[in-house]
């Protein structure tokens, strides 16, 4: 049958291998089969520059680059996370870079995808933090810092976020509706794919008095979290992970 997939918030990281396997697992076996795989953001937990010379860079380019070989093309558009990933890593990966937003065909049904973290509007915090390291400039100095340099700001970055998480509310931390809303007369589409919020689920909307749905995709953390979109419809699923012997 076939379809398209979608995964985003993996948060890949060294630390975390049981993740790392569940989706190389997942690109061996599902992956090769479908239409096209969109990856969503947050794909690492953090990203330093295509310059990094670990492993699970490696191991991740790799099982990119085999998928899109068999015929099934790769898509990824930056999270709030691996904002860092470059057209290096993604000519070893054999992937697509996108754009922020992009309106795509789902089977004869428009979708506008993104990462989501510009729907979280309340976060003031937050968006100004996104705005600040979006910046081409800081971005090319950042590239120009030593790696040992580029990875103690990253952890720093990291703890501040987590402690950052706890002070707030969650609804702060959740899309807007209205912003929601807004994306979608703007894009003139009823249907939005999204990760980011961690917080999976298909919401029917109603937009001026038509039917919409917003689809959020789920992290990766405990398991595995796939939307596959098909002509017959959307499924979110899940994928456990494997216990390690």
Known sequence: MPCTLFIADLHLSSGRPDITAAFLRFMREDAVHADALYVLGDLFEFSIGDDEPSELNRQVASAFHACSERGTPVYFIHGNRDFMVGRRFARQAGMTLLPEQRVVDLYGRPALIMHGDTLCIDDAGYQRYRRITRWPWLQWLFLRLPLRFRLNIA???????????????????????AEVARQLRLNEVDLLIHGHTHRPGIHDLSIDGRPARRIVLG??????????VSPQGVELQSRAFKEQP
Request: glycine residues 10%.
């Open 155 to 177: 952890d720093g970055i990291r703890g501040k976020s987590a402690r950052s998480k706890q002070d707030k509310m969650m609804q702060v931390m959740d899309v807007n509706q």
């Open 219 to 228: 992290d990766w953390y405990t398991q595995g979290s796939v939307l596959s």
